[in-house]
């Protein structure tokens, strides 16, 4: 069993401020790793995704990666009330690009 | 963008019944994938498929079967429904380019 750890929450923040969200994983194998966004009652959708060890950003989002501490974070800049969702962690491992899942870290952006 | 489709959204089935589960990519996508999701344990997989009639068991197979066709299509069966199958089912599909998975928008079932 591949196992993706994150913290279930919730996450309180202030409108403007930088929310941290991290995520570690079990399989050293694994190679792309991915957050994904949840409104209540909605399917997730695709926010970043990471290969590479170190930083990436795309707007106000920068995913962190650190193969060796088998650790995936995301910071989110100027959170915004509608950053307010649950964040899953995905990692991609094993036969037939199979993709494991966090519980997902549920974010409030307080105005 | 990728289209994957779920054409039952919200259904309410009783215990013993045969339920279909019904999704539709657009993209000529190899893998397909049925997840559920529940509060507390996130997404698990089922099932998946990489290809026109190849499956696999994901980690709870039990109490599901599914059926792939045509590659455009992947369908999850519950061959008896019980109580403890009420809830979210994802269907996502695997665009390979990016290496990413997209989901359909979720059916959510209930079983009385």
């Known amino acids: 069993q591949k196992e993706v750890e994150q913290n279930s929450g919730p996450l309180s923040v202030p409108e403007g401020a930088i929310a941290s969200l991290n995520c570690t994983y079990s399989?050293?194998?694994?190679?792309?790793f991915f957050w994904y966004r949840q409104y209540s009652g909605k399917s997730p959708e695709l926010i970043m995704f990471?290969?590479?060890?170190g930083d990436k950003e795309d707007g106000r989002f920068t995913a962190q990666l650190n193969k060796a501490s088998q650790y995936v974070s995301l910071l989110i800049r100027d959170s915004q009330p509608s950053d307010s969702a649950t964040y899953l962690c995905?990692?991609?491992?094993?036969?037939?690009?199979?993709?494991?899942f966090g519980t997902g870290t549920s974010l409030t952006v307080i105005p | 963008d990728v289209k994957v489709t779920q054409s039952s959204r919200y259904l309410v089935k009783r215990t013993g019944e045969k339920v279909f589960l019904e999704c539709v990519q657009d993209?000529?996508?190899?893998?397909m994938f049925w997840y559920r999701q529940d509060p507390g344990l996130g997404l698990r997989l089922i099932y998946f498929?990489?290809?026109?009639?190849?499956?696999e068991k994901g980690d709870i197979p039990e109490g599901y079967s599914v059926s792939r066709e045509k590659k455009e299509r992947f369908s999850l069966i519950l061959e008896s429904a019980s109580t403890n199958q009420t809830s979210m089912y994802l269907c996502?599909?695997?665009?390979?380019?990016?290496?990413?998975?997209?989901f359909g928008e979720g059916s959510w079932l209930t079983v009385v």
């Open positions: 399989d050293r194998g694994s190679q792309s």
């Open positions: 990471i290969y590479s060890n």
């Open positions: 996502a599909s695997l665009w390979p380019e990016r290496n990413t998975i997209y």
């Open positions: 993209m000529d996508h190899e893998n």
């Open positions: 995905a990692v991609n491992a094993g036969f037939g690009n199979q993709f494991y």
């Open positions: 498929s990489y290809d026109v009639k190849m499956k």
